[in-house]
């Protein structure tokens, strides 16, 4: 069975900070690189951060410096730390593998309040 639950958005003023985390089966999970993406309304989604199964990572730069992913593999959960979030950060928040199928999480809704 493959899952991708995400959770922890949520309404922040700017300037604030949130955790996002996406709980994922082992099936999908292990060994394997995980992303988080979003998409605002009337926008294409777009890439926010990826990690690899050994913990290299990568950034979109608009988030580069205020947001960190991590993940903690015996948990099999991936996680989004924002930090200094701007109104412009509101969108829905996707959690994604990098496998040969890709698997989205049913998403989390960050809204950004200036």
């Known amino acids: 069975q493959v899952q991708l639950v995400e959770s922890g958005g949520g309404l922040v003023q700017a300037g604030g900070s949130l955790r996002l985390s996406c709980a994922a089966s082992?099936?999908?999970?292990?060994?394997?690189?995980m992303g988080w993406h979003r998409q605002a309304p009337g926008k294409l989604r777009e890439m926010v951060a990826t990690i690899t199964s050994g913990g290299f990572t990568d950034y979109a730069d608009s988030v580069k410096g205020r947001f960190t992913i991590s993940r903690d593999n015996a948990k099999n959960t991936v996680y989004l730390q924002m930090n200094s979030l701007k109104p412009e950060d509101t969108a829905v928040y996707y959690c994604r593998t990098y496998t040969r199928y890709t698997y989205w999480g049913q998403g989390t809704q960050v809204t950004v309040s200036s």
């Open positions: 082992e099936n999908i999970f292990s060994g394997n690189a």
